[in-house]
């Protein structure tokens, strides 16, 4: 397979669902050209929905259409539809209504529109709701995997996606499961974690690293919750160095999960890399140089931290 | 009467919009060009403000809430003198105080972040009330996109700003504009959400509503003044636009919303604002350096 942004896989693995699920119907405010459902639209139009720039109301649609029997598809950018936080809060987890919602132009890879387009805060924001799994696919075939998952999972769900084509990276025959991880490369000094954008640096960094005599574990975490314990703890148990890289905000992200998680049962010394501050304009690669998010800046974190 | 000079800026905004976008790759021409008619309007004859000293407390306020078309507000306020126009060609690029939406902590003279759309009505409600109770002479104007009147926060603030501050302070000092386009970011705003009848709601929430060209600064003036003369309550300007206005081929198609021009088609647009027929072109750029450094500038990014 191709490099492929998720959401794009995520609009075409849509169109083919809804060629067989009904129940399938899709919600927007004003970016199904953006969120990739605008094919979806076109080949249902008695299924697809565009209320206009009134995310909020997406939302409340979308929980009473699933109380009445349908699989809603609320599509917006990350930070608008999590910026909503409190109508998900309520209208969605709380009387766990059946509605997906979908983050699409997750981090500071979408570049050059700046913060206020950029979701970097959206899984600390879902992670703190007790009935929502988040969701985050590494490359094409997860994202097809997650995305007939998220139809056959009973109860909300929140989808991470991305502008930018993500590297393949898992394997021809992997399965996605709940709350499950995949090895994408063994090792033993250390456990690089990634989920989304930055993965396929991860695996570039643990080569450079490989080349300085570091043996890295590279893990796809695209479960953010529930995480996967028994690998986490596997892992972390073998290396002792845990590294968590994400394209989210250093507070609250899947270093903030794995970092919790740790503390209590396996107290070792945890990295988080991901977005310090706020984020600004500008070329995707270089945001992610400065942030330490590239493959150089990686394995730079990962030699201080074991001092090598 | 138009007013010529302001008519002139105007052109060459339009202009520095083409070309910055251009260099940036990315950004939203559709409506930078329809609302440039309004924002030059404001800053050259309207707006009360100090270039050189833009936290002034008593400055005229401007809130671009619809802040994907803050190049336009960009390229009025380089030739205001907030900064130097040399600086237009950083919109977008990393480390640039020409953030792709505006960013009020990176450049003096931006009066707050904008770019998630509903939020800039409240702000400026805000703002009225704030310079009201301390009794201080400026004015607050607000932007606003028609896609953007959809989202529910701008229907709370349009419930209240006629009640805000009242008997005391009522928001007279408080204008808003509405750049009606009539196009969003997926299609025509009528194919999406009409507003329609846009006049008839916002009278209904309580507010003196006119309309007006959007495009003519003699109307776009006189609204102006009609607002400053009102007292007791905020007023609302429906300014009918075009978005793209001034390219032939931007205008009025939803594709231009959020695509930057390609250098070739960047110098058209330029030449189309200019007024200038393809076969006059090489001459004129010989009178123009300006506009020939600009020109030379984006053919060179085209090599690139
Ligand atoms: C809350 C929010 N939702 C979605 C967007 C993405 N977006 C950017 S511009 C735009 C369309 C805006 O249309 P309009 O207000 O008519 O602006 P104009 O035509 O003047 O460009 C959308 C949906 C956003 N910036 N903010
Ligand atoms: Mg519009």
Same mark, same amino acid.
């Given at each position: 397979?191709?490099?492929?942004?998720?959401?794009?896989?995520?609009?075409?693995?849509?169109?083919?669902?809804?060629?067989?699920?009904?129940?399938?119907?899709?919600?927007?405010?004003?970016?199904?050209?953006? *969120?990739?459902?605008?094919?979806?639209?076109?080949?249902?139009?008695?299924?697809?929905?565009?209320?206009?720039?009134?995310?909020?109301?997406?939302?409340?649609?979308?929980?009473?259409?699933?109380l *009445?029997?349908?699989?809603?598809?609320?599509?917006?950018?990350a930070?608008? $539809?999590?910026?909503?936080?409190?109508?998900?809060?309520?209208?969605?987890?709380?009387?766990?209504?059946?509605?997906?919602i979908?983050?699409?132009?997750?981090?500071?890879?979408?570049?050059?529109?700046?913060?206020?387009?950029?979701?970097?805060?959206?899984?600390?924001?879902?992670?703190?709701?007790?009935?929502?799994? $988040?969701?985050? #696919?590494?490359?094409?075939?997860?994202?097809?995997?997650?995305? /007939?998952?998220?139809?056959?999972?009973?109860?909300?769900?929140?989808?991470?996606?991305t502008?930018?084509?993500?590297?393949? $990276?898992?394997?021809?025959?992997?399965?996605?499961?709940?709350?499950?991880?995949?090895?994408?490369?063994?090792?033993?000094?250390?456990?690089?974690?990634?989920?989304?954008?930055?993965?396929?640096?991860?695996?570039?960094?643990?080569?450079?690293?490989?080349?300085?005599?570091?043996?890295?574990?590279?893990?796809?975490?695209?479960?953010?919750?529930?995480?996967?314990?028994?690998?986490?703890?596997?892992? /972390?148990?073998? &290396?002792?160095?845990?590294? &968590?890289?994400?394209?989210?905000?250093?507070?609250?992200?899947?270093?903030?999960?794995?970092?919790?998680?740790?503390s209590?049962?396996?107290?070792?010394?945890?990295?988080?890399?991901?977005?310090?501050?706020?984020?600004?304009?500008?070329? #995707?690669?270089?945001?992610? /140089?400065?942030?330490?998010?590239d #493959?150089?800046g990686i394995? *730079?974190?990962?030699?201080?931290?074991?001092?090598? | 009467?138009?007013?010529? !000079? =302001?008519?002139?800026?105007?052109?060459?905004?339009?202009?520095?919009?083409?070309?910055?976008?251009?260099?940036?790759?990315?950004?939203?021409?559709?409506g930078?060009?329809? =609302?440039?008619?309004?924002?030059?309007? %404001?800053?050259?004859? !309207?707006? !009360?403000?100090?270039?050189?000293?833009?936290?002034?407390?008593?400055?005229?306020?401007?809130?671009?809430?619809?802040?994907?078309?803050?190049p336009?507000?960009?390229?009025?306020?380089?030739?205001?003198?907030?900064?130097?126009?040399?600086?237009?060609?950083?919109?977008?690029?990393?480390?640039?105080?020409?953030?792709?939406?505006?960013?009020?902590?990176?450049?003096?003279?931006?009066?707050?972040?904008?770019?998630?759309?509903?939020?800039?009505?409240?702000?400026? %409600?805000?703002?009225?009330?704030?310079?009201?109770?301390?009794?201080?002479?400026?004015?607050?104007?607000?932007?606003?996109?028609?896609? @953007?009147?959809?989202?529910?926060?701008?229907?709370?603030?349009?419930?209240?700003?006629?009640? +805000?501050?009242?008997?005391?302070?009522?928001?007279?000092?408080?204008?808003?504009?509405?750049?009606?386009?009539?196009?969003? %970011?997926?299609?025509?705003?009528?194919?999406?959400?009409?507003?329609e009848?846009? =006049?008839?709601?916002?009278?209904?929430?309580?507010?003196?509503?006119?309309?007006?060209?959007?495009?003519?600064?003699?109307?776009?003036?006189?609204?102006?003044?009609?607002?400053?003369?009102?007292?007791?309550?905020?007023?609302?300007?429906?300014?009918?636009t075009?978005?793209?206005?001034?390219?032939?081929?931007?205008?009025?198609?939803?594709?231009?919303?959020?695509?930057?021009?390609?250098?070739? @088609?960047?110098?058209?647009?330029? !030449?189309?604002? %200019?007024?200038?027929? @393809?076969?006059?072109?090489?001459?004129? +750029?010989?009178?123009?350096?300006?506009t020939?450094?600009?020109?030379? @500038?984006?053919a060179?990014?085209?090599?690139?």
């Amino acid at each position: 397979m191709a490099a492929k942004a998720s959401r794009v896989a995520f609009g075409e693995t849509l169109l083919e669902l809804g060629a067989r699920d009904e129940r399938i119907v899709t919600l927007d405010a004003d970016l199904s050209k953006s *969120t990739m459902t605008a094919k979806f639209a076109k080949t249902y139009p008695a299924r697809a929905f565009n209320l206009g720039i009134a995310e909020s109301n997406m939302i409340g649609i979308g929980a009473g259409l699933a109380l *009445t029997g349908r699989i809603p598809f609320v599509c917006s950018f990350a930070c608008f $539809v999590v910026g909503r936080f409190e109508t998900i809060r309520i209208s969605v987890a709380y009387t766990n209504a059946n509605v997906k919602i979908v983050g699409t132009h997750s981090g500071i890879a979408i570049g050059e529109d700046g913060y206020s387009q950029m979701g970097i805060e959206d899984i600390a924001c879902i992670r703190a709701l007790p009935n929502i799994p $988040v969701i985050q #696919p590494a490359d094409e075939l997860e994202t097809k995997q997650v995305i /007939a998952y998220a139809v056959e999972h009973a109860g909300p769900l929140y989808l991470r996606l991305t502008r930018q084509s993500l590297d393949p $990276v898992c394997p021809a025959d992997y399965r996605f499961q709940l709350g499950r991880w995949l090895v994408l490369r063994p090792g033993h000094d250390v456990t690089l974690l990634g989920t989304g954008g930055p993965l396929s640096n991860c695996l570039e960094a643990a080569k450079l690293l490989e080349a300085d005599g570091i043996s890295a574990e590279v893990i796809n975490a695209a479960c953010i919750k529930p995480l996967d314990e028994e690998l986490l703890l596997g892992s /972390a148990g073998k &290396t002792g160095h845990v590294v &968590t890289v994400e394209d989210h905000a250093i507070h609250g992200g899947l270093g903030g999960a794995v970092a919790e998680t740790l503390s209590e049962v396996m107290p070792i010394e945890v990295r988080r890399l991901g977005v310090q501050g706020f984020g600004e304009s500008g070329d #995707p690669k270089g945001l992610y /140089a400065k942030h330490g998010l590239d #493959p150089a800046g990686i394995a *730079t974190s990962v030699r201080k931290f074991l001092n090598r | 009467m138009p007013d010529a !000079r =302001v008519v002139a800026i105007a052109r060459q905004c339009r202009v520095q919009i083409i070309r910055m976008l251009t260099h940036a790759g990315s950004g939203h021409p559709g409506g930078s060009l329809s =609302v440039i008619d309004i924002l030059t309007a %404001l800053y050259f004859g !309207r707006l !009360r403000y100090d270039a050189k000293r833009p936290d002034w407390p008593d400055r005229d306020r401007v809130v671009l809430s619809k802040g994907h078309a803050v190049p336009a507000l960009y390229a009025v306020m380089a030739r205001a003198g907030y900064f130097h126009e040399s600086e237009l060609v950083t919109l977008r690029k990393l480390g640039s105080r020409l953030q792709g939406h505006p960013d009020r902590t990176a450049l003096p003279g931006i009066e707050a972040a904008t770019g998630s759309l509903g939020q800039g009505l409240s702000i400026s %409600l805000g703002m009225a009330l704030g310079l009201k109770l301390r009794a201080a002479p400026a004015r607050v104007y607000c932007i606003l996109g028609d896609g @953007e009147i959809q989202e529910g926060q701008v229907w709370e603030a349009a419930m209240s700003a006629p009640k +805000l501050g009242r008997p005391d302070h009522p928001l007279d000092n408080l204008c808003v504009i509405l750049d009606y386009n009539k196009i969003q %970011l997926d299609n025509f705003v009528a194919k999406i959400m009409d507003l329609e009848p846009v =006049v008839a709601k916002w009278q209904a929430f309580g507010w003196p509503v006119l309309e007006i060209d959007g495009h003519d600064t003699d109307q776009i003036g006189k609204a102006l003044d009609a607002a400053e003369a009102t007292r007791g309550t905020p007023t609302f300007i429906v300014a009918h636009t075009v978005k793209g206005k001034g390219v032939s081929f931007m205008e009025n198609d939803p594709e231009w919303h959020g695509k930057a021009p390609k250098p070739a @088609e960047a110098i058209r647009a330029i !030449r189309e604002i %200019l007024g200038v027929g @393809e076969a006059a072109w090489g001459d004129y +750029l010989k009178t123009d350096p300006a506009t020939r450094a600009i020109v030379d @500038e984006l053919a060179a990014l085209e090599k690139k």
